[in-house]
């Protein structure tokens, strides 16, 4: 063998080498569903033939004290398959970094921040309806890289025809949320945690929640509609609410009785466990638009369980506008304000 056949037998070896040492997945998120102190969904699909999938994690950078966890569960939403795996027993208040690895390798350095479990300040970020003006949207998620909050609050719509290939542009663009960091030398992707809810756009199909994300709000192990409510605390601050308001819909009411039983309880049970409550849902009680409907079930609902335990934000969705309200309370079939407790409703 030549001189120079030798030194490009090595130089293929050496590009071989290095694609293979890389995982073959993309369309990376983190979840949250239950107890953000201490447990976090990595959610993430294969990139053509990625096999055997688990995840490496740890609370330093240094990969020797790493841990492995496998894939807890698998969804296919179309074609579009996504593996989940559920890290708990975490540190609260914690940098977890990890990395996402196969048969092939491991893929891009993440990291992120579980909750507190003290009044430790932290930001959230709310919206809604992504479904439409995807430039907008893309500034959007850039936006949330510069902002860095702890995590993200999503109220629905995220695509307009809820298939394949537009949620696969809507995972796409989620990267763009991503902060870069370079940390102890190395290049780390800071991800945000995601609390996504059910929205008018995915009423082709009640399970995308837990088939796209992974989310499990019940813990039940099973993927079904049960899934598009829950509630959970961030820390003694704050606990967060997520309900879906496309129950509203006919051959909906069991679920619409047993997730309105379930708020109610909830509400009774824990609402005072943490300083604040918020809400978030899809369709608006009132849209402040006219092209859109009122949604009169909703405020029979919701509107008075909300006053008489304190619910403080309310963060609609779906009519693609910004509204802020004053503190109002239920009176009769309308809202009225008041300068005494109250909820404050945003979209």
Avoid at 62 to 81: I, K, P, Y
Avoid at 266 to 294: C, I, V
Wanted: aromatic content about 14%; overall charge negative; hydrophobic content about 35%.
């Amino acid at each position: 063998m030549s001189h120079q056949a030798y030194r490009n037998l090595i130089l293929l070896f050496s590009l071989l080498l290095f694609v293979s040492v890389h995982a073959d997945t993309k369309y990376h998120r983190l979840i949250w569903d239950s107890n953000p102190s201490q447990q976090a969904t990595i959610a993430f699909s294969p990139d053509g033939a990625s096999q055997s999938p688990y995840v490496r994690f740890g609370y330093s950078t240094d990969q020797n004290s790493w841990q492995v966890a496998s894939v807890d569960s698998t969804e296919n939403f179309g074609s579009l398959t996504s593996h989940f795996v559920r890290l708990t027993n975490l540190n609260s208040n914690s940098s977890v970094y990890y990395q996402v690895c196969d048969n092939n390798g491991c893929g891009q350095r993440f990291w992120f921040r579980t909750a507190p479990i003290d009044n430790s300040p932290f930001v959230v970020v709310a919206g809604g309806d992504t479904r439409t003006g995807w430039t907008t949207r893309r500034k959007g998620n850039a936006l949330i890289a510069k902002i860095r909050p702890l995590f993200i609050m999503h109220g629905g719509d995220f695509t307009n025809a809820n298939n394949t290939s537009e949620m696969s542009e809507f995972l796409s663009d989620w990267s763009l949320t991503f902060s870069n960091d370079v940390i102890n030398g190395e290049s780390y992707s800071r991800i945000y945690p995601l609390v996504p809810t059910h929205g008018n756009h995915e009423d082709n199909n009640y399970r995308t929640l837990c088939q796209v994300f992974g989310v499990d709000y019940n813990q039940d192990g099973q993927c079904d509609p049960n899934d598009t409510f829950g509630a959970f605390n961030i820390s003694p601050l704050l606990r967060v609410y997520t309900l879906n308001s496309q129950f509203k819909n006919s051959g909906w009411s069991s679920y619409a009785t047993a997730m309105n039983n379930w708020l109610a309880n909830d509400l009774s049970a824990n609402g005072d466990t943490a300083e604040w409550r918020f809400s978030q849902y899809h369709k608006p009680m009132f849209p402040h638009y006219s092209g859109k409907s009122e949604n009169q079930i909703l405020f029979d609902w919701w509107a008075d369980v909300f006053y008489e335990h304190a619910m403080n934000l309310v963060v609609e969705s779906d009519t693609h506008i910004n509204k802020m309200t004053q503190s109002i309370l239920p009176s009769g079939n309308n809202f009225v304000t008041t300068t005494q407790g109250g909820t404050v409703y945003v979209g």
